[in-house]
């Protein structure tokens, strides 16, 4: 089945403890990107990666790192979590051209 | 922000009603697309209309896209029960830049049975 696949689905974590929330695409897509989900806020991206080791930086990147050294994966790293990124994150993955996203189930993070 | 925005932010409506809801963007895109999301999960892309096309039906759905005015319509006809969801606009800009697709806020759509 194609898919993308997040882990963990639900973490909460404190203050400062480095974590990260990987993500797995299988149907061989170019571009991948990580967003956020906040209440009135909308999904806004954090960053994107257009192919492997070609990364760049959305609309909210402060505090976040990524790295693609494999087209399939593409992990979303906090070094230092705070309590502001407490939300929903989304990985989602699209093949280049024009054409549909497809999104993983979630993660639900809270940093205490 | 770059971010559009959709408009009612909520709408409900009864079993076989149609649902309209709209979306308005700031700068020019490469297209325009929508998407489902069910409570708290995974958001699921509907349609894709590009900005050289004015309107595009996919089943139940009907997209129409007016440049001039910077604005999209999604439109769900016969509307169910299982419709009930948020649904988001999302815009790729000019440029052919799909990596860089951004969202609105999203209209929540509750149908009643």
């Known amino acids: 089945e194609a898919q993308v696949t997040q882990n963990p689905r639900y973490l909460i974590t404190v203050t400062g403890k480095k974590l990260t929330v990987t993500c797995s695409q299988n149907m061989n897509h170019e571009y991948m990107s990580w967003y956020r989900q906040d209440p009135g806020l909308g999904l806004r991206q954090i960053y994107y990666?257009?192919?492997?080791?070609?990364?760049d930086k959305g609309d909210v990147p402060e505090g976040y790192k990524v790295s693609r050294k494999e087209k399939r994966n593409f992990p979303l790293i906090l070094e230092s979590p705070s309590p502001n990124q407490t939300s929903l994150y989304f990985c989602a993955s699209s093949p280049p051209g024009e054409d549909g996203y497809t999104f993983g189930s979630g993660t639900r993070l809270t940093v205490v | 922000s770059q971010q559009g925005e959709e408009d009612p932010q909520a709408l409900s409506i009864q079993e076989g009603e149609n649902a309209t809801m709209n979306c308005s963007y700031k700068t020019s895109i490469n297209n325009l697309q929508w998407y489902r999301q069910n409570s708290g999960r995974g958001l699921v892309h509907l349609i894709l209309i590009r900005s050289n096309e004015r309107e595009k039906h996919s089943g139940r759905l009907r997209v129409t896209l007016d440049t001039s005015k910077k604005s999209s319509s999604l439109l769900i006809t016969a509307s169910r029960a299982a419709d009930t969801a948020s649904y988001f606009c999302a815009q790729s800009p000019g440029g052919g830049s799909n990596y860089k697709l951004t969202f609105g806020k999203g209209t929540l759509l509750t149908v009643n049975p």
């Open positions: 990666s257009m192919n492997v080791e070609v990364t």
